[in-house]
């Protein structure tokens, strides 16, 4: 099956909390948080009250989700939402140096920390950059406004 260009969803349901569990068409299933988009939007306070968040149903052909009052959210940003709250490990974090072909030292600096930190986060630390990478990832402007290239410096030259 050919993946669309928006993500579609097949089916929701409401989880624990205010957490949906979102199956996409061709995407596979992920799970979005959606508490601090609820408290942050005034619009969508109606959606604290559990009873009303579970009536959720898959809308427009799977563009969306909706609730029987009205309120709505789009696939895509239920996708970006799902997305951005995944665990992003090591692994991602060597990926995204990889994919972005950044030094430690380079990549040190574009997210203002020290290059042992890098190193930790290389090695299975928590990664609290996750934000910056993922930002950087998806929008490369991101990345060229904060990219130092550095030259490889080497060991000084014996006196």
Same mark, same amino acid.
């Given at each position: 099956?050919?993946?669309?260009?928006?993500?579609?969803?097949?089916?929701?349901? *409401?989880?624990?909390?205010?957490?949906?569990?979102?199956?996409?068409?061709?995407?596979?299933?992920?799970? *979005?948080?959606?508490?601090?988009?609820?408290?942050?939007?005034?619009?969508?306070?109606?959606?604290?009250?559990?009873?009303?968040?579970?009536?959720?149903?898959?809308?427009?052909?799977?563009?969306?989700?909706? $609730?029987?009052?009205?309120?709505?959210?789009?696939?895509?940003?239920? $996708?970006?939402?799902?997305?951005?709250?995944?665990?992003?490990?090591?692994?991602?974090?060597?990926? $995204?140096?990889?994919?972005?072909?950044? @030094?430690?030292?380079?990549?040190?600096?574009?997210?203002?920390? @020290?290059?042992?930190?890098?190193?930790?986060?290389? @090695?299975?630390?928590?990664?609290?950059?996750?934000? *910056?990478?993922?930002?950087?990832?998806?929008?490369?402007?991101?990345? *060229?406004?904060?990219?130092?290239?550095?030259?490889?410096?080497?060991?000084?030259?014996?006196?």
């Amino acid at each position: 099956m050919r993946k669309t260009l928006l993500p579609n969803i097949e089916t929701v349901k *409401a989880g624990d909390g205010l957490t949906l569990r979102i199956k996409f068409r061709g995407r596979g299933t992920k799970t *979005a948080r959606l508490d601090g988009f609820i408290a942050r939007e005034k619009l969508l306070a109606p959606l604290r009250d559990k009873r009303l968040f579970d009536r959720v149903k898959a809308i427009d052909w799977g563009g969306g989700v909706g $609730w029987p009052n009205g309120l709505d959210l789009s696939a895509d940003t239920l $996708w970006r939402m799902a997305e951005e709250q995944a665990p992003f490990t090591a692994d991602d974090f060597v990926r $995204w140096q990889r994919d972005t072909v950044l @030094s430690n030292a380079e990549t040190a600096e574009a997210l203002g920390v @020290s290059l042992a930190t890098i190193k930790n986060y290389r @090695s299975g630390a928590e990664i609290p950059a996750a934000i *910056a990478c993922r930002a950087m990832a998806a929008e490369p402007a991101t990345l *060229a406004a904060h990219f130092r290239p550095r030259k490889a410096a080497g060991r000084p030259k014996a006196a």
